[in-house]
Structure formats: C-alpha cells, structure tokens
C-alpha cells in the first residue's frame, strides 16, 4: 500500500496554500483596512492606526449610497429572474431539438456576451432616447440580459446535455405532461448547475460599469457608477471609496456564502465523465 503524504509535506502545502490565500485576498484586506483609516492616516503604509468609523458614517448616513445601492439590488435581481425565465427553456430547446443552424443560433447568444460593449451602446442610447426608456429600470434590466443571459444559457445547456433523455422519455410513460416533466423532474436535476449560473450572471450584472454609466442618468443609478462620485472634485476621499466599495462587494459575497453548497456542486458537475 502507498503511504500517505508525510506530516512535512503537509504542513507545506498547507503553509504555501495560505501565503497564496493572503496574497490573492490581500487588495481586498487592504480596501478594507483603508475603510477604517481616516484623511490624514491615508498615506501612511504601516498597519499600525487609529481606526475610525467616520467613513462608514459619511458614507451610509450622509450620502445617497444606500439608494444607489438598492438600484444595483433591483436592476442586477430582476436582470437574472428575466434571464432565468426566458434562458431556461432556451438552454432546454438548445440541448434537446435539433432544427436547422441550431449552434449557429447558440453560438450568436454567446457572441453577445463578448461583443465590447462601447460598440452597441452609442445605438442603444439613442434607441432608448427615441422610446423614452432612458434612466429607468426597465431600461437597464433589458439591457443587462446581454451580460446574464448568453452565460445563463450556455451553462444550463450543458447540464440539460448531461441528462439522459430517456428519463423524460419513462416520465411520458406515466402520464406526466411536459410542463410537469420540466417542472418535477428536470429543474431539481439542474438546480446546482442553475444556482451556481444564476449567481455568476447576478455578479457579472452587479459589475457592469459601461452600460449604466451612459443609460443611466440621476434616476436610476447603480453602484458602479455612484462610486466614482467618491473620488471627489479638488481631492479625492479614498476612506470613503473603500467604504463604498467593501458595501458592494458584501452582496455577491453573501449570497456566495448562502448558496455554497449548490455553488459547488454546480460548478464541479459533469467535470467528470465515466
């Protein structure tokens, strides 16, 4: 029999896996050490301080940022239930039918998801002046279903691809309808792969920094965009930026941690095929 890893080599790979740790987390350990340091302490590198929390009261009690937040929650929540609505059925009509240039069709969706945005989005602004849609939630989550849906569908098409279609096919035997075959038998078999989709597209619309900063005006204005209010006009408050920015990262980072069980089994799910 082969014997385990010696003690040394574990205590190696696990010392080497935490200096990796501290110098992946490291930017975000530093914006938040930032959160706590006040003007005048800004420059100073050392990690010894006086913290203070007069950026988070400056921030979240005497500014706008909570709405602005609200509007990143609406805008990046409804862009994935609208992508999880209409990208589930096209993901399961994408895997199961074959009709004519059917990956010619998959492969244009996944184009939209890398196309550069700063190309479609002087036609789109026009286009949203002209139906009045300009600076309103509707406009926004419309538009974010470039960003959450190509990846939506692409992701939930494999995993309709991974189930055998002869379960359905038993399913019809007894009697069940489509609407219940998709609903009782299909959806709880991707719901890891569906989860774990769903959060990437949610972080990927919490992030966008292009669309809103040229669809959007004083209505509606997400997070990414209300950040750059923080840098200020004569000198910027950087206590205040990674304020803000730590705010805006504990939602994705929360919901990660809610759901990370289904997170992981999503994202190791067909990696391994017998």
């Not at 929540?77 to 609505?85: C, K, M, T, Y």
């Not at 989550?141 to 939930?156: D, F």
């Not at 997400?222 to 805006?248: E, R």
Request: aromatic share 16%; hydrophobic share 55%.
């Amino acid at each position: 029999m082969k014997s385990g890893p010696k003690l040394g080599t574990k205590i190696l790979l696990n010392v080497l896996l935490i200096l990796y740790a501290i110098f992946a987390l490291f930017p975000l350990i530093w914006m938040v050490i930032l959160s706590f340091k006040s003007d005048a302490q800004m420059y100073n590198t050392m990690f010894v301080f006086t913290p203070t929390l007069e950026n988070y009261r400056i921030v979240l009690f005497t500014t706008p940022y909570p709405r602005y937040l609200l509007d990143s929650l609406i805008v990046s929540g409804l862009a994935v239930v609208v992508s999880v609505i209409v990208g589930v059925p096209a993901a399961y009509a994408l895997a199961r039918y074959n009709f004519r240039k059917k990956e010619d069709i998959a492969f244009q969706i996944l184009s939209f998801k890398f196309a550069p945005e700063i190309l479609v989005v002087l036609p789109l602004f026009m286009i949203y002046q002209k139906l009045r849609i300009y600076d309103t939630y509707f406009g926004l989550i419309w538009v974010y279903q470039l960003i959450s849906m190509p990846l939506l569908i692409w992701v939930v098409r494999g995993y309709f691809e991974d189930i055998s279609v002869e379960i359905e096919y038993a399913a019809q035997v007894d009697g069940y309808t489509w609407w219940q075959i998709f609903f009782k038998n299909l959806i709880p078999l991707i719901k890891p792969g569906l989860v774990s989709a769903a959060l990437l597209a949610f972080i990927f619309a919490w992030n966008e920094f292009t669309f809103p900063l040229l669809l959007a005006g004083t209505n509606v204005q997400p997070i990414t965009v209300a950040i750059t209010k923080f840098l200020g006009t004569d000198t910027a408050h950087y206590g205040q930026l990674a304020v803000a920015a730590v705010v805006s990262a504990l939602p994705a980072i929360i919901f990660a941690l809610c759901i990370q069980k289904h997170l992981v089994r999503g994202l190791s799910f067909g990696a391994v095929k017998g």
